[in-house]
């Protein structure tokens, strides 16, 4: 079965400081997709990154930066020098490839809140 | 505009009050699906349809119906609401399938009491 594990349910930072939001998940497939997916306050969810299973470079778009590590099964999110407009619910997500379902599987959130 | 709606946005009903829950894409999508968003549990998944016809549970099915009768609409059935549906839902919509981009709708606040 697949599963995705978002042990940090919050976090709070202070404007322009680092923080990492991690995401670990378990799959059989060889061939899988990892997401990630903003929900602001305003209650949206938006596509930030999609990540297949055999490309494990690092990505960086801006501030935000994304690391991919098979070997321990776990495809974290770096959001450098966090502003407030940053305050979001975060969502890993993981789904397979040629498996025998085609659902699509979200961690439970990371609520993150930017303080000025 | 490229969009996913969702009608109604919000629905304060009753338990045993069938409902239906609409959802239609502009996309031309294959892949459409249904969470529902509850606190501590993150979104989980209750359908999906990986085109016209198709349909296939998700994790959470139960008290639910969907149906795919055409490409761009994909509405969420529930016979009769109880209490625990209470939710905020989400329909979805993807281009091939769940291995890509999802766009989401705004999401249906529903309240059954």
């Known amino acids: 079965a697949q599963k995705v594990t978002q042990a940090q349910t919050e976090i709070s930072v202070v404007e322009k400081e680092d923080v990492t939001l991690d995401c670990v998940y378990e799959?059989?497939?060889?061939?899988?997709?990892l997401f990630w997916y903003k929900q602001p306050p305003s209650g949206e969810l938006v596509f930030l990154i999609r990540r297949n299973s055999f490309d494990e470079q690092n990505e960086i778009s801006g501030r935000y930066s994304w690391n991919f590590q098979k070997s321990t099964s776990s495809f974290n999110f770096t959001i450098t020098a966090s502003q407030v407009v940053d305050s979001a619910v975060y969502f890993c997500?993981?789904?397979?490839?040629?498996?025998?379902?085609?659902?699509?599987?979200f961690g439970t959130g990371t609520l993150l809140a930017v303080q000025p | 505009e490229a969009q996913v709606t969702q009608n109604p946005r919000y629905l304060i009903t009753v338990t045993g009050k069938k409902l239906t829950v609409t959802c239609s894409q502009n996309m031309n999508h294959e892949y459409m699906s249904w969470y529902r968003q509850d606190p501590g549990l993150g979104l989980r998944q209750i359908y999906y349809s990986m085109n016209v016809e198709v349909t296939d549970k998700g994790d959470v099915p139960e008290g639910y119906k969907v149906s795919r009768k055409e490409k761009r609409n994909f509405p969420l059935i529930l016979e009769s609401p109880s209490p625990n549906q209470t939710s905020l839902y989400f329909c979805?919509?993807?281009?091939?399938?769940?291995?890509?981009?999802?766009?989401f709708g705004p999401g249906t606040r529903l309240t059954v009491t």
């Open positions: 997500a993981l789904t397979g490839y040629g498996g025998a379902t085609n659902k699509l599987i």
């Open positions: 979805a919509s993807s281009f091939g399938g769940p291995s890509y981009e999802q766009y």
């Open positions: 799959t059989r497939d060889t061939t899988y997709y």
